[in-house]
């Protein structure tokens, strides 16, 4: 093998490894702002977003995720009853979720916004704690 192939070759094995390093500690640097951002916000929730839902809190449960966790005052049983249904309730609100991150004024979300791999997950829960529904909103949904 010729002196120019190797040097080639270690090049190319050099820059992967630059590039899976670096996108190593991107995750790592959006985990981290996740975590503090958690932190942060927890201390003014819980927060009452309209008269039937509040925000309980955030969460960090898994790596690039921040998950809204809520509470609806209606039973699972009257929402189950209505003759709206989940799947739609759940189309609404994730379009809402959407353009709610599109048009964000937020400096830290902006920046979460931007790394571009961060999916923020909305949990709902009843007014009794049942789950009623959970949905996620990908980079590839807010980009």
């Given amino acids: 093998m010729s002196t120019k192939k190797m040097f080639s070759g270690a090049v190319i094995a050099l820059s992967l490894i630059v590039s ?3 996108l ?3 995750g790592a640097a959006v985990d981290k702002l996740l975590d503090q951002m958690v932190v942060e916000g ?3 929730y819980p927060m009452q977003i309209d008269s039937e839902t509040r925000l309980d809190r955030i969460a960090h449960p898994e790596k690039g995720v921040l998950e809204y966790l809520y509470t609806v005052n209606i039973s699972k049983k009257d929402l189950d009853a209505s003759p709206v249904s989940i799947d739609d309730i759940v189309s609404m609100m994730k ?6 991150l599109k048009n964000t004024t937020d400096k830290a979300l902006k920046a979460i916004i931007n790394f571009g791999t961060v999916t923020f997950r909305h949990t709902y829960y009843d007014k009794n704690g049942e789950l009623l529904f959970s949905f996620d909103v990908t ?3 807010y980009k």
């Fill in 42 to 44: 927890n201390k003014q």
């Fill in 95 to 100: 379009t809402m979720s959407v353009a709610t």
């Fill in 24 to 26: 190593s500690s991107c």
């Fill in 20 to 22: 899976i390093s670096m």
């Fill in 139 to 141: 980079p590839e949904d």
